[in-house]
Nanobody
């Protein structure tokens, strides 16, 4: 049974930084597509960033480009999301996600049909 466990959330002031981590386990085959989603209070869940492991191809939604960086440590089976210049609209629950399929074309944050989801880690940005 695949499990994704996020950590690293917390409270930070506007302009601050946080690094989220996601440890995966239970894989038969390690996913080649992983990413991060978030959900702000009263809003729909939205994709933030994805990483296609073959070639390290990453995508970011416009609202986080230049501020967030997605990366992976293969040896630790850990996915990261480095977030900087945080603003109040970055507040929300952040979820680690992974896909079963291996298609690069489906590995982007605009698709919501990821197969595996973590429980989430809360990020709160205040002034």
């Amino acid at each position: 049974q695949v499990q994704l466990v996020e950590s690293g959330g917390g409270s930070v002031q506007t302009g601050g930084s946080l690094r989220l981590s996601c440890v995966g386990s239970g894989y038969t085959d390690r996913p080649v597509c992983m990413g991060w989603f978030r959900q702000a209070p009263g809003k729909e869940r939205e994709g933030v960033a994805t990483l296609y492991m073959r070639g390290k191809i990453s995508y970011y939604v416009d609202s986080v480009k230049g501020r967030f960086t997605i990366s992976q440590d293969n040896e630790k089976s850990t996915l990261y999301l480095q977030m900087s210049s945080l603003n109040s609209w970055d507040t929300g629950m952040y979820y680690c996600v992974a896909r079963r399929d291996t298609y690069q074309s489906s590995c982007n944050p605009w698709r919501k049909d990821f197969d595996y989801w973590g429980q989430g880690t809360q990020v709160t940005v205040s002034s």
